[in-house]
T-cell receptor
Framework: EPEVTQTPSHQVTQMGQEVILRCVPISNHLYFYWYRQILGQKVEFLVSFYNNEISEKSEIFDDQFSVERPDGSNFTLKIRSTKLEDSAMYFC??????????FGSGTRLTVV | GQQLNQSPQSMFIQEGEDVSMNCTSS?????WLWYKQDPGEGPVLLIA?????ELTSNGRLTAQFGITRKDSFLNISASIPSDVGIYFCAGQKNNAGNMLTFGGGTRLMVKP
């Protein structure tokens, strides 16, 4: 079964640095999402992206965050100036509840 | 924000036992999803529920969408060691950018 692929699997960055997390979605889906999961906690919604625009975003998704589909296939999450509290697993997801809401295996971001 | 209350937080059971976990919410959801998460991995969809009162099975798993659309339960029958993991409920409202609201998770441990 096709997978949602995320790179890198683990990223360590210094506080204040910019990071870009990448996702290669399954083709033929229109809805894309980013979620995060702080260690030991529940999965939290960040942003949904439809037709190359942000459809919905949470309070967590502030001005430090941005999303793009730069080449029409890859889907990226950028954090401009990382903070210690940005350390978490970041999951890309794709689809809708009627068509297989599928999550990637995640990128573990560690901010030091 | 919206809250999904999931219980129990953790369970430690003997192999072969049945397991039950549930989620409740103060607001209505149109879709309920149940996911399993293994360490270091993304959530994997187990069962999706679309109609109030719906009862759906997937192998040894059975889940029901509550009549009020504010709750759902997941049962696992005859547990085996590979059932170990964290189980999350997630609710979706169709008018919210397809975002999922996750419960806090139930950590299941199975003793062989």
């Amino acid at each position: 079964e096709p997978e949602v692929t995320q790179t890198p699997s683990h990223q360590v960055t210094q506080m204040g640095q910019e990071v870009i997390l990448r996702c290669v979605p399954i083709s033929n889906h229109l809805y894309f999402y980013w979620y995060r999961q702080i260690l030991g906690q529940k999965v939290e919604f960040l942003v949904s992206f439809y037709n190359n625009e942000i459809s919905e975003k949470s309070e967590i998704f502030d001005d430090q965050f941005s999303v793009e589909r730069p080449d029409g296939s890859n889907f990226t999450l950028k954090i401009r100036s990382t903070k210690l509290e940005d350390s978490a697993m970041y999951f890309c997801a794709q689809g809708t509840s009627n068509y297989g809401y599928t999550f990637g295996s995640g990128t573990r971001l560690t901010v030091v | 924000g919206q809250q999904l209350n999931q219980s129990p937080q953790s369970m430690f059971i003997q192999e072969g036992e049945d397991v039950s976990m549930n989620c409740t919410s103060s607001s209505i959801f149109n879709t309920w999803l149940w996911y399993k998460q293994d360490p270091g991995e993304g959530p994997v969809l187990l069962i999706a529920l679309y109609k109030a009162g719906e009862l759906t099975s997937n192998g040894r798993l059975t889940a029901q969408f509550g009549i009020t659309r504010k709750d759902s339960f997941l049962n696992i029958s005859a547990s085996i060691p590979s059932d170990v993991g964290i189980y999350f409920c997630a609710g979706q409202k169709n008018n919210a950018g397809n975002m999922l609201t996750f419960g806090g998770g139930t950590r299941l441990m199975v003793k062989p």
